[in-house]
């Protein structure tokens, strides 16, 4: 991560920890803020964890300018700005293994636990988001739950458990989770070892590597569960084995 990943990464929390403090009450809504937990193939980093009576919030904060496009079911999302595009991870798919993973390590039902995507910057959205894809509007959403999902003693208990479960925010916490990042990726990755020569696709749809940004071509799976199945490979492979679902 570079030194600018990493302060534009403090001024998003920086803001968003402003916000709940201004607009919710905290002896309603508890707030936690950059949490690593363990999970059985490493770590996850949460941005935002805010538990209340009528559930979890599990907050990503996109520190971003510029216009946005995306859309639910899309691996991909972009960001266009005056001299450029760049493609980044659908963050509501990113925030669902938060959700899943906090939900593991507290014991507690997914069902109850809400996904937040927040965009901090200037950024304004070109195409319809889902109503949890805000820059705007943010403590009113969280307000909207209403539904009472945990007593006050469960909440204590879910506050506790959280910080005492936590990984210690340090810089080792910091590249255990990178690696943990970097192990994954390897192994969905391992699911492209042997495919088909790649076929040169035309036109302009092509997705782009998120792990390099090199364009991307399709291959066949040749083997395994997945035999027969297109995917998107980087055109870089075998030096990126970057890939995205069909």
């Known amino acids: 991560m570079s030194l600018m990943s990493t302060f534009k990464g403090f001024i998003g929390e920086a803001m968003g920890s402003l ?17 690593t ?13 805010i538990v209340s009576r009528f559930g979890i919030f599990v907050i990503e904060a996109k520190n971003m300018n510029g216009w946005i496009f995306g859309d639910e079911k899309s691996a991909q999302w972009t960001q266009s700005f005056p001299g450029g595009k760049f493609k980044f991870q659908n963050p509501l798919r990113q925030n669902y ?70 990984l210690p925010r340090t810089w080792a916490t910091r590249k255990q989770h990178i690696a943990s990042l970097k192990e994954r990726h390897l192994k969905s990755e391992a699911k492209a070892e042997e495919v ?13 590597c998120p792990l390099c940004n090199s364009p991307m071509v ?7 569960a997945n035999a027969g199945n297109q995917f998107w490979g980087c055109s870089r492979y075998p030096g990126c084995k970057g890939i995205v679902s069909v």
């Open 19 to 35: 916000a709940h403090k201004m607009l919710l009450d905290k002896t309603i809504y508890r707030e936690l803020n950059n949490v």
């Open 196 to 208: 088909s020569p790649p076929q040169p696709q035309t036109g302009s749809d092509e997705p782009l």
């Open 37 to 49: 937990i363990p999970t059985p193939d490493g770590t996850t980093q949460i941005d935002h964890v």
């Open 218 to 224: 399709k291959r066949s799976a040749k083997r395994g």
């Open 97 to 166: 293994r938060h959700t899943k993973c906090l939900s593991e390590f507290l014991g507690v039902e997914h069902e109850k636990l809400h996904s937040v995507v927040m965009f901090w910057g200037e950024t304004t959205f070109k195409t319809e988001m889902p109503e949890n894809v805000m820059d705007k509007g943010y403590a009113t959403y969280i307000k909207s739950k209403s539904e009472v999902l945990f007593t006050d003693a469960e909440v204590d208990e879910i506050v506790e458990a959280i910080q005492t479960g936590k």
